[in-house]
């Protein structure tokens, strides 16, 4: 295979780099270059742009909290009283 | 304990204990565990308050502080973030692309109708995305939650994770390819 071609499969691969660290001048003409031959591969990064910009519009909503007792939180607090006490920047 | 002391734990764990525990558990997978490092968060902000100038807000100040226990204990426990566990669930990559890479005929992603970006007003799509992220790996929900909720950069990210850059993308690939393929099953059927 040509250096400039690229799999779909690293082509793909690309496209998540792209989106979080940013690609070099080389990645993004063979990107390019492949997604002007292939649809598959312009499709895909299309939805993944949709995925992408739902979980940064609303992922907090989703994520299932987790909380602690109002009795976690006095052991907690007591804990935490108690190792400061003793701790010698106290 | 002094009265100033005693009155910044009382709001700290009024107001950040379970926000900080949410986050530790998505992180760790372990909600003991979790507990444990949250405790042991504000016991040292608690000792390194003098120290703490307000450049930034005391919730930043308190999760820098919980990221870096959270650091130390991949470190000392394992030199692999990831167990067999956290993996469970996932499809290998191979599911979807041939040993050329190329897509597998079945999985060549199509269109998913005339206007994509409609997509993003429908709130049943929005469900059917989270219905499929429930059903990934802990090792690519930990990683997706870390990245969209708290909306990191990729690269302390990474550090926390106790990953490189190339594993963060690589792995956030596989989930992506998974997650497109779970929404291409549930929300669209193809009429074949």
Known sequence: ?90 | MDREKQEHLEVWMRDYSDTLYTWASYKLNDANLAKDLVQDTFISALQAWERFEGRSSIKTWLTSILNNKIRDHYRKNKNRMFSLDEMAGERPIDDFFDSNGSWKPEHRPQLWGEDETALLDQTAFRDALYNCIDGLSDRFKNVMVGKYLEKKESADLCQELGISATNFWQILHRAKVQLRNCLDSTWFKHAE
């Open chain 1, 1 to 90: 295979m040509h250096w400039l071609m690229l799999s779909c499969k690293r082509a793909t691969q690309l496209m998540e780099k792209k989106m979080h660290f940013g690609l070099s001048p080389i990645e993004k003409m063979q990107l390019k270059l492949h997604k002007k031959a292939c649809k598959y591969c312009t499709a895909y990064e299309k939805q993944n742009e949709i995925i992408d910009q739902v979980l940064q519009e609303n992922m907090a909503e989703k994520v299932q909290a987790y909380c602690l007792s109002e009795e976690e939180k006095q052991r907690m607090m007591e804990t935490v009283r108690k190792s400061d006490s003793i701790s010698p920047s106290s």
